[in-house]
């Protein structure tokens, strides 16, 4: 397996009253997140990575809803245990953030290898249950200021 590149995408789905669809992790019970995924090569396009991720890891194909890239870019530390994942010495991580809103809740077919289950919240619950402190604030962005362009 070759080592995953430190940049990201996090595609906050929605919809359009709000309700974020969020993942558990399989390796991690009660590790609760957006679709995320590390680009498949350098020079992948942030828009194509969005698209893999969430046809990967949901089933949704991105022409039933609308994907909007953020003018919003993180850069936080690997967690340890997910470092072994990396090239030796990456310590850090940029995430470019997305959100792909659909007209209505939508079935999920989730990637067993990396997710155990789902569940469509409201956006402050959703919120509160995140691990991540990035995806816990795109979701609080995406609640309190509305749709973004």
Request: aromatic content about 10%.
């Amino acid at each position: 397996m070759s080592a995953k590149l430190p940049v990201s995408v996090l595609v906050v789905i929605h919809t359009t009253a709000f309700e974020v669809l969020l993942l558990e992790r399989t390796a991690h019970p009660g590790y609760w997140q957006s679709v995320t995924g590390s680009l498949a090569r350098l020079d992948e396009p942030l828009e194509t990575a969005a698209a893999r991720e969430v046809r990967e890891e949901t089933g949704i194909d991105l022409r039933e809803g609308r994907l909007r890239r953020w003018n919003l870019t993180n850069t936080f530390e690997v967690y340890a245990q997910w470092r072994y994942r990396f090239a030796l010495g990456t310590t850090h991580n940029t995430e470019h953030v997305f959100s792909l809103e659909l007209p209505a809740r939508r079935m999920v077919s989730l990637a067993p290898d990396e997710h155990r289950s789902h569940l469509w919240l409201p956006w402050r619950e959703a919120a509160d249950r995140c691990f991540s402190w990035s995806n816990r604030d795109a979701i609080r962005i995406l609640g309190e200021d509305g749709v973004l362009t």
